[in-house]
């Protein structure tokens, strides 16, 4: 009888999971708001919440940051001209709010200001999905594969990124 | 953003060959139902009643029997002559549609995106092509090949007064061809469930007569027209400095995105939001200001700008004819 | 009529050969065994038998056949239900233009759903619920051959389908169509659970149906009552049959498909991704091989139940039987060739759209020649005016506009007109309604006072048919109009100016209606419950097995089995064989016979009730849901089904020791 | 299958009066006689019925695509190949087990399970080789999702075959033991038959489907 335990546990589990499904699958379409205080912690705090486990928002992420050409430096995460996101190295901090003032604000050596180009929203949307890319947003929210050429392991099944162990890890599957 | 939008106002060849057969079937399949139910209905009518109680008659009158097969095997051979008909008619229409004459067709290629319709004029040739967007423009009497893609999901290209239905499907290239025989307006709307905005993906094709048809050519491939008061020459600004720019393209300014409509002529269109809105300043302004309010799950973000901007933009974007 | 009595011998020898085999093996006490009429020892001991002892434990283990068919029922219609209310939003948010009721995050979810349940969680599972509390009684034995595995497909359907609607509250709603095409339901558009929730309930509810599909199948072939050969088997019995076996041809590929999808959002594999060799197309070529089957899967049973009830109310047995039997197996093969006609606007070769267009054609002609062997039926009878005929009638009128315009679609250029707006939508709910909805009224109405004992009051009936009939075609017919107007189907709002509003007002009104209907259907049932008049073993005077016994029937079903030597047995005078004797009445027991002539093959003993079933469905369960949520869950959690499996089959001693006392060796 | 499974259903039924007397009806048949070998036959046909459609999803994919396999090499032959050998010869036992099974014959069952259940775990172990040279990965592209599934298809059914034979194995020795388990072992042996079938077809589309 122990299936039947496991079982029945598995199905409360899933009961729970699926009301917590509501913030996870919940399609908030941006309507017009004041701009987010950056750096402000509750901001940063809210936006966090909404986005990182909001299956929605990060693949709005994923798709500004095809759109936005990122590849163009940071190759797939993989890292070119700049530094790669994938592994579990962040140079100016990995938290929502850090990687949130490095797209507003840009950084030395390279990163560009987008503050005024991209709408808080989306950029919010792009530091949940670059969280995600180190698996440091939920699993069960983060994107599939694209349907395009597969560059790099998908997002739902990378292995989860310790920020705090420093040694870099190919990301669970191979790099392509 | 209003056009004739009917399979039974045809104003194509093909169109009206396939309101032929549309008729043809209609007035076939009529005279068989009534007949059907007519007969049902006698049948019913003069059969006796009976109570549950009544005796079956496990084997009915041998004489009524050979009658009643020769009715079953009458009716089942009419109606296989009936659909053997419908069948021919059927592959004629499909001739018919097959085989529309394409010396000097207009050659367009049509991109669907969720949720808006990308066609790109001469593709073949850099200097002459252009892109437009959910708006064509096709002469009267010459043909038009178009060539279908997906850039996400699957679409569906469908024009009902001019042609049937012809999917865009990732991955797979498949080509169209009809012809406008009257000028006019014609509706189109995808016709393949693509996602939130499948309702707000309309196409309106814009039948000319050739001289007209010409004339707009030359305007398309010019470059977008410069600003001529202060209050545009704002609006363009803001719009190569906010965030419009990342997406959209203005030919001849900084705007150079390529994921959303081309926004070069976009004065001299009819509509907004691929036929959600009609083109006025004020629709313009609303639609920048708050599009999700309108076609919620569209990718384009709301403009975080004070009215006064807005009003500049929206006056630029409609002096862009 | 004297096959019976021809095929069995009744010579000296094998008496005494089977007197000796007959002689209990341990402890020398005589055996009970049945063939003695109600009333009987045997009677009351065979009763004990087959009821299941009160408690939850055993109702969570029940596995007759009628129980289980019952609550397939039960379920289905609560799920009918379920679905209509989403079909009534959705109508209500189209009334008018630009409505803002729903928007379309959630619209999509509603049709969704609204098909999905419709397809998998109704349709299908009310036909089988019908075929397996029926079979067994029309073909005169005890239970179906597999009753455990029916019982544990009932769970499956069952949790998969709370599943989809636990996920459907709270916004995990499946939201890419009930045919989920790709890339739309594919891995980057089909963003969060909501697409794997639908694969899962996929493989569930195809599960379910391949169950109960081989169980229907091996009960038909095997366990008729002796004499019942191929050529005395009822209509409805050969409806079944073919669709079961369809049903074992057709939910493999849909089963598989999904599973593919799943690997493509689980595992990254690229069946469907164009960029990586894949193609999108594969996935509508696979998803309407099953598709357009499943149509039939619901179609053939509700011509069944045509079959059935026509004969009983114009009183003489059906016209042109032998050619309804052919036409029913010539439309399921034919069924398997229709799939292209919803793809014509795909860029299919053009030469496989004309054979697919004639292929579609031909189809008419089966159904067209059933349809005028029962008008001819209805024409040389005489008519008991009671509500079943009366949704029968309403079946040809409905079905025949949606058959008509079936035909039409078929057409590969007309078809690119239609295709995709409303017009189909008014096509696929006149085929369904008047194919499927209509018979099951019929159905219910039929057969309602053999399964409570209590008929539904005949007055209501013909209330809630009239309102049925105006409401369905008052929704669905401006629907093709609207079609013709170029509305698209799957859209949540409209513009006004495009002039659809009219016409979709009044599909709402006639929505209210079908509502309506429903209601007093409801009502009737709980009324006729409680106060509705008794019913005899045959109020309607039908002439098949099932009305040869008490209405309810005792759990047994049969006293002792009967021997049957026409189509119709109780019609037609008795053989000089009428029943069988000799099976035990201590165990659940019962007779296979020879596949074609019906001979009586061997004892079989059914298995008891146990909880086995039920905790292998959650087994199953809690491995499909761990697999959506992470990859290891799908390689792991085929452990648990594994361990419930084989603790089902393990013997258990009392049972084996029971089961030998009656054990004679072939 | 074995001479006894083809006698026809001989009818010790006898009338008594009205009555049809059923009582000296053996309680269980083999082959056909059997529902176990209807309920079989259906899960097979929906099981092969898998195996054919993923075959042709293989050969349309296939035909779509320039390449194949596109960019790797070919599986390598020699698992392959043992896997083929090895489960071909594996019907020898079978059959055997089949026969006593047939025959009741506790004793000679048992042993011929016992090297049915060794083959079966041979098999197990060369088709996780088979998996490491079919050199691609499942997510690599349309090929490699092919074969992989293709593969993981029929060693669903291996290794549950192989379980059905432990499980079986382990109940002849419970007492007191039903005849009609030996039924059971008969139409287990019977869809070990349908796993080495099915075998062929598979093998050759997965070995030589990226060669031709």
């Known amino acids: 009888m122990t299936s039947v335990w496991r079982s029945a546990l598995t199905i409360v589990v899933f009961a729970l999971s699926t009301l917590a499904a509501c913030e996870r699958e919940s399609r908030d379409f941006p309507r017009p708001a004041p701009g987010a205080e ?139 | 953003m209003n056009g004739i939008h009917d399979i039974r106002l045809p104003a194509g060849p093909q169109a009206a060959a396939l309101f032929d057969l549309w008729t043809l079937m209609l007035i076939t399949c009529t005279g068989v139902f009534v007949a059907i139910i007519v007969v049902l209905a006698v049948a019913v009518w003069r059969a006796p009643r009976a109570t549950a109680k009544t005796l079956p008659d496990a084997d009915a009158h041998p004489r009524k029997e050979t009658m009643l097969k020769r009715s079953v095997g009458f009716a089942v051979a009419t109606s296989a002559v009936l659909l053997f008909v419908l069948l021919f008619a059927s592959f004629i229409a499909d001739r018919a549609i097959a085989t529309l004459p394409l010396d000097d067709a207009v050659h367009i290629d049509l991109i669907g995106h969720q949720f808006w319709w990308e066609a790109r004029y001469d593709p073949s040739d850099p200097a002459r092509s252009f892109a437009t967007a959910n708006e064509m423009h096709v002469p009267v009497g010459r043909p038009v090949l178009m060539t279908l893609r997906a850039d996400d999901v699957i679409h569906s290209f469908w024009v009902p007064s001019l042609a049937g239905k012809k999917d865009l499907i990732p991955g797979r290239t498949s080509t169209i061809a009809f012809r406008a025989d009257r000028a006019g307006i014609y509706r189109g709307q995808c016709a393949e469930f693509c996602g939130y905005q499948h309702a707000h993906m309309a196409l309106i094709v814009v039948a000319d007569a050739p001289a007209d048809y010409e004339r707009w050519l030359v305007v398309q491939r010019q470059p977008a027209r410069e600003p001529s008061t202060a209050q545009e020459r704002r609006g363009r600004d803001l719009v190569e400095r906010a965030s419009c720019a990342m997406c959209h393209t203005i030919s001849g300014t900084a705007a150079r995105g390529r994921r959303a409509p081309d926004l070069s002529h976009v004065g001299s269109r009819s509509s907004l939001a691929a036929g959600t809105l009609e083109n006025t300043a004020a629709s313009r302004a609303h639609w920048i200001a708050d599009p999700q309010s309108y076609k919620p799950g569209v990718d384009m973000p709301p403009l975080a700008a004070a009215p006064a901007d807005l009003v500049a933009i929206s006056a630029y974007l409609g002096a862009l004819q | 009529m004297t096959a019976a009595s021809g095929a069995f011998p009744s010579d000296a020898g094998s008496r005494t050969r089977a007197r000796e085999r007959s002689q209990p093996k341990k402890g020398g006490r005589q055996r009970l065994r049945d063939g003695a009429g109600a009333g009987s020892r045997a009677a009351a001991e065979l009763e004990r038998t087959w009821t299941d002892k009160p408690g939850v434990i055993s109702f969570l283990s029940a596995n007759g056949h009628k129980t289980i068919g019952l609550r397939f029922i039960v379920t289905a219609l609560c799920f009918f239900g379920a679905a209509g209310v989403m079909g009534g939003l959705m109508r209500h948010q189209l009334a008018t233009a630009n409505s803002h009721l729903v928007g379309p995050d959630f619209y999509n979810q509603l049709f969704t759903m609204h098909g999905t349940t419709m397809m998998f969680l109704f349709a299908v599972p009310v036909m089988q619920g019908f075929a397996l509390y029926l079979v067994p009684l029309m ?84 366990l008729r009552a002796p004499g019942m050969t191929l050529r005395h088997m009822p209509l409805f019995l050969w409806a079944s049959l073919v669709t079961s076996v369809m049903i074992i041809f057709a939910m493999p590929m849909v089963m598989l498909a999904a599973n593919l999808v799943q690997f493509d959002r689980m595992l990254g594999t690229h069946f469907f991704n164009p960029a990586e060799g894949g193609d999108a197309l594969l996935w509508q070529h696979l998803f309407w091989f099953f598709g357009h089957p499943e149509v039939y899967f619901i179609f053939i049973p509700a011509l069944g139940f045509i079959s059935a009830v026509i004969p009983t109310f114009a009183r003489r047995p059906m016209f042109g039987h032998d050619a309804i039997v052919l036409s029913l197996i010539a439309t399921g093969f034919l069924s398997f060739g229709l799939w292209v006609h919803h793809m014509f606007a795909t860029n299919v070769p053009e030469l496989g759209k004309s054979f697919f267009t004639a292929m579609s054609f031909m189809i008419a002609i089966p159904t067209a020649l059933q349809l005028f062997c029962w008008i001819a039926t209805i024409a040389s009878g005489r008519l008991v005016m009671k509500t079943p005929l009366l949704f029968v009638l309403g079946f040809f009128f409905i079905l025949l506009i949606g058959g008509l315009t079936g035909i039409m679609l078929g057409s590969v250029p007309l078809d690119l007109q239609v295709h995709d707006t409303y017009f189909v939508v008014a096509h696929l709910h006149y085929v369904l309604i008047g194919g499927a909805v209509f018979p099951l009224f019929a159905a219910i109405f039929y057969w309602f006072p053999k399964v409570t004992g209590r008929v539904l009051s005949d007055r209501l009936g013909k209330w809630q048919f009239w309102l049925f009939f105006i409401g369905v075609n008052l929704t669905f017919f401006p629907l093709h109009i609207l079609g013709l107007a170029g509305m698209p189907r799957r859209i949540y709002t409209y513009a006004p100016e495009t002039g659809w509003g009219f016409l979709s007002f009044l599909s709402a009104a006639g929505q209210v209606i079908n509502d309506l209907s429903m209601l007093l259907f409801a009502f009737n049932v709980a009324r006729s419950l409680f106060k509705g008049e008794r019913a005899p073993a045959d109020p309607w005077g039908g002439g098949t097995l099932e009305w040869s016994v008490s209405s309810p029937p005792p759990a047994c079903n049969f006293f002792a089995l009967p021997v049957v030597s026409s189509r119709e047995p109780l019609w037609t005078p008795p053989g000089n064989v009428t029943h069988v004797s000799g099976l035990s009445a201590e165990i659940r027991e019962g007779l296979t016979t020879t596949v074609i002539d019906a001979l009586p093959d061997t004892r079989y003993a059914y298995p008891a009730p146990e909880i086995w079933p039920f905790v292998a469905s959650l087994a199953v369960t809690a491995w499909l849901v761990w697999s959506i949520w992470s990859v290891r869950g799908f390689a792991w959690g085929l452990i648990l089904p594994a361990i419930a499996f084989f603790a089902w089959y393990w013997p258990d001693k009392k049972e084996s020791i029971e089961e030998i006392s009656w054990e004679t060796e072939p | 299958m074995t001479r006894r499974e083809f006698i026809p259903a001989s009818i010790p039924a006898v009338r008594r009066g009205d009555a049809l007397d059923v009582a000296g009806l053996p309680s269980y048949g083999f082959a056909h006689r059997s529902l176990m070998w209807w309920g079989n036959a259906g899960m097979m046909a929906i099981e092969g019925g898998a195996f054919g459609f993923m075959i042709v999803i293989y050969f349309y994919l296939r035909g779509i695509s320039n390449a194949w396999p596109d960019g790797g090499r070919p599986p390598d032959l020699l698992f392959g190949n043992i896997n083929l050998a090895v489960i071909l010869v594996s019907a020898v036992p079978n059959l055997f087990a089949q026969r006593a099974a047939a025959d009741r014959n506790t004793r000679r069952v048992r042993h011929w399970l016992y090297v049915c259940a060794a083959f079966g775990v041979v098999l197990c172990a060369v088709r996780w080789f088979e998996f490491t040279a079919l050199n691609v990965r499942w997510d690599d592209g349309a090929y490699g999702s092919t074969v992989w599934v293709l593969l993981g298809l029929h060693t669903f059914n291996l290794v549950t075959d192989v379980a059905d034979t432990f499980v079986l194995t382990a109940v002849t020795y419970t007492s007191p033991f039903e005849g009609k388990r030996f039924v059971d072992i008969a139409e287990n042996c019977g869809y070990w038959y349908f796993v080495v079938l099915t075998w062929l077809p598979i093998y050759a589309v997965i070995y030589f489907g990226a060669r031709l």
């Open chain 3, 139 to 222: 073909i005169g034995t005890r239970n179906t051959a597999f009753p455990r595995m029916t019982a544990c497909a009932y769970w499956l359907y069952v949790i998969g389908g709370l599943l989809l609607f636990g996920a459907f509250l709270s916004n995990t709603g499946p939201d890419a169509g009930w045919f989920a095409y790709v890339p739309l339901a594919g891995p980057q558009y089909g963003i969060g659970k909501r697409v794997d929730v639908w694969n899962m309930l996929v493989t569930y509810s195809e599960a379910t149906g391949l169950m109960v599909a081989v169980d229907i199948t091996t009960t038909i072939l095997k």
């Open chain 1, 38 to 176: 950056v750096g402000d912690p509750q901001t940063a705090a809210a936006m966090i919440a909404r986005d990182e486990r909001n299956a929605y928002a990060l693949a709005t992420g994923k798709k500004l940051w095809n759109w936005y050409n990122c590849n163009g430096c940071h190759a797939n995460g993989g890292g070119a001209s700049g530094p790669a996101l994938m592994d579990d190295v962040w140079i100016y901090g990995g938290d929502a709010t850090s990687i949130f003032q490095t797209i507003s604000q840009g950084r030395p050596n390279g990163m560009p200001a987008f503050g005024d180009r991209i709408p808080t929203d989306q950029i919010w949307a792009l530091a949940a999905y670059v969280r995600s890319m180190a698996a440091l947003a939920p699993q069960d929210a983060a994107p599939n594969r694209d349907d395009a050429f597969l560059t790099r392991v998908p997002e739902s099944f990378m292995d989860a990124q310790k920020p705090e162990t420093a040694k870099p890890s190919s990301g669970g599957g191979r790099p392509r």
